[in-house]
């Protein structure tokens, strides 16, 4: 078994269902000097992830993680997720937006990189913005 198999599972089991999670367990997971990056944010330290997980989860009305497949390598692993999620801003409706976690492991996680479509999470959920987008991707794939 891969020493980091434990703690990329803990990791999964934290963010399964992320809008009920406890985040002072961010801790366990994350280093101290975790930098942590997605397609909107850069975020370095402990601390500022647990005020950035803060806010992200103060309006949600749910967010779960449904994972898809992993790949774990020594000082790193990839995992697939798909994200359910539901925003009153965007319609409280539920939202999936697949995507994948890149993470360097030492004792803990000190570098988690999110990829996925923010088209996809954001901009087609939007009245107006989501009819352009949908239509100027039908058109790049015709």
Known sequence: M??????IEQFKNYFRVLHDSDLTQLREIYAPNIVFKDPVHEIRGLVELEDYF??????????RFEYLDELIG???AYVKWMMHFKHPKLGNRLISVRGVSHL???DRVEFHEDFYDMGAMLYEQLPVLGNVTRWLRLRLAS
Not at 54 to 63: E, F, H, I, K, Q
């Open 2 to 7: 891969n020493a980091n198999k434990p703690l």
């Open 54 to 63: 803060t806010s992200m989860c103060s309006d949600l009305t749910d967010c």
């Open 74 to 76: 020594e000082g790193a």
């Open 104 to 106: 360097k492991i030492g």
